[in-house]
C-alpha cells in the first residue's frame, strides 16, 4: 500500500481532511488554543482553490458538520482513512484529555471507515505513548528503542504503515522526507507493520533519533531538519492567512453574536502569534 502525496488528493478530499480536525476541535463544544495551533500547523492549502480557502477559513468560526467530511473521506484510500482518524485522535488529545462529545466523534469515525475498535485503540495508545515520550525527556539511545517498541506495537494492531503520511507531523511533508525519516529510524522501506509511524513524535523528539543514529542519518538529517523548518514556515503562514480572513470576516458579519465568535477566535490566534 503505497503513500500518495496529500495534494495529488481530490479537493473535496482534502478540504473534507481539514474539515474534520475542524469538526473535532468543536466536538467538545469549544476550541482550544492547542487545538488551533495544532490545525494551523496540520492543514496544507498548497493546492487549495481560492474557493476552497474561502471555506477553510468559514470553518474557523462555525466548523462543519464532521459527518459529511467523513461520508467524503469514506470514499478514500484506506491509509487515508486509517491517517484521519489517527490525527483526529491527535486533536482530541490536544488538551490531554478526551470529553464524552470527543469520544462520540472519534467512534463516529471508526463506523464510517470500517475502523475496528482494538485498531482504535491502538491508535489511541500510540498518540499517548509518543506524548509521554516527549515529557520524559529520554536520552536519545532511550528514545530511538521506545519509539520503535511503540511503532511495533501499533503495526501488530493491523493499522497499516502508510496511513502515517496523513496524519500528525506528516500532513504537508514531501515524500522525501518521509522517506529519510523511515530510513533513519532504521525500519525499513518496506511495507513493515508500523513502520513510520516513530516519526511522528514531533520535531523535537524526531530530530533526537536521528542525531542518536550519528554518521548513518547524514543526510537524512538535514532533510529532517527541513521538514522540520517548512512545518514551522507552514504554520506562520496559516496563521497569519487565518488572522487576515479572520479580520474580512469580522467586518461583513451580519449580527452581533456572529462578530463575537470572530472575535474570540481572533483573539485565540493572536495570542498563539511569536513574542519578538
Not at 467538545?28 to 474557493?51: F, K, N, Y
Not at 520524559?136 to 530511538?144: G, I, K, N, Q, Y
Not at 461583513?252 to 485565540?268: F, L, M, S
Request: charged share 25%; with cysteine.
Amino acid at each position: 500500500m503505497a503513500s500518495v502525496e496529500f495534494t495529488s488528493l481530490p479537493e473535496e478530499q482534502q478540504l473534507a481532511f481539514h474539515g474534520t480536525l475542524f469538526a473535532m476541535a468543536a466536538s467538545d463544544g469549544h476550541v482550544s488554543a492547542d487545538e488551533l495551533r495544532l490545525i494551523l500547523e496540520s492543514i496544507d492549502i498548497s493546492a487549495i482553490s481560492r474557493p476552497g480557502l474561502r471555506t477553510l477559513r468559514g470553518w474557523l468560526v462555525e466548523p462543519p458538520e464532521l459527518e459529511d467530511c467523513l461520508r467524503t473521506l469514506a470514499q478514500g484510500q484506506r491509509e487515508l482513512q486509517f491517517g484521519v482518524l489517527m490525527h483526529l485522535t491527535d486533536v482530541a488529545l490536544a488538551d490531554e484529555r478526551v470529553l464524552l462529545g470527543e469520544k462520540r466523534a472519534l467512534r463516529l469515525a471508526r463506523q464510517h471507515f470500517g475502523i475496528e475498535r482494538p485498531q482504535a485503540l491502538a491508535i489511541e495508545e500510540f498518540v499517548w505513548e509518543m506524548r509521554e515520550i516527549r515529557a520524559r525527556h529520554l536520552s536519545d539511545e532511550a528514545t530511538v528503542a521506545a519509539v520503535k517498541e511503540a511503532a511495533e506495537q501499533l503495526g501488530s494492531a493491523g493499522v497499516p504503515s502508510s496511513a502515517i503520511y496523513y496524519s500528525g507531523s506528516f500532513v504537508g511533508l514531501g515524500t522525501t522526507g518521509v522517506l529519510a525519516g523511515l530510513a533513519a529510524l532504521g525500519l525499513g522501506l518496506g511495507l513493515v507493520p508500523g513502520l513510520g509511524v516513530a516519526v511522528a513524535v514531533g520535531a523535537a523528539t524526531f530530530l533526537a533519533v536521528n542525531w542518536a543514529l550519528g554518521d548513518r542519518a547524514g543526510k537524512k538529517r538535514e532533510q529532517v531538519i527541513a521538514d522540520q523548518r517548512r512545518r514551522a514556515r507552514r504554520f506562520t503562514d496559516n496563521l497569519g492567512r487565518a488572522l487576515d480572513g479572520l479580520a474580512q470576516q469580522l467586518e461583513q458579519a451580519e449580527d452581533e453574536g456572529r462578530a463575537a465568535r470572530v472575535r474570540e477566535r481572533i483573539a485565540q490566534l493572536r495570542a498563539l502569534l511569536p513574542e519578538d
